[in-house]
């Protein structure tokens, strides 16, 4: 039971930063302007619109990072993709959470 919840949770956040890892970000502002009009659009106040813009952006670094040091860039993303988890419900609720996966293959 627990291979398979670690498999679908795996499988369901491959996506969650695979835009990043093909785009190189100037600034987190310019995450959030790319962004922006989306998470407003699930609800997401200005704090919590720059809080996950941040943790978006430093995963992208964190993955650079780590695929220049010769890590697969699937390999760095499934590392990253626990602690961009923990990150984002540092600040979002359990619903905001479900609201942004569900939108996260629209995330520029």
Not at 13 to 20: D, G, H, I, K, R
Not at 80 to 102: C, G
């Amino acid at each position: 039971m627990k291979r398979l919840i670690l498999a679908i949770l795996i499988f369901s956040s491959l996506n969650l930063f695979s835009q990043e890892i093909s785009e190189n970000y100037k600034s987190i502002d310019h995450v959030k302007a790319l962004n922006y009009d989306l998470f407003e659009e699930i609800g997401f106040d200005k704090n919590k619109i720059k809080y996950v813009c941040r943790v978006i952006y430093s995963m992208q670094k964190k993955t650079q990072h780590m695929t220049s040091k010769g890590t697969s860039p699937i390999g760095a993303k499934e590392a990253l993709d626990q602690e961009a988890k923990y990150q984002l419900q540092k600040v979002l609720s359990e619903t905001e959470y479900k609201k942004f996966k569900s939108i996260q293959h629209k995330i520029k």
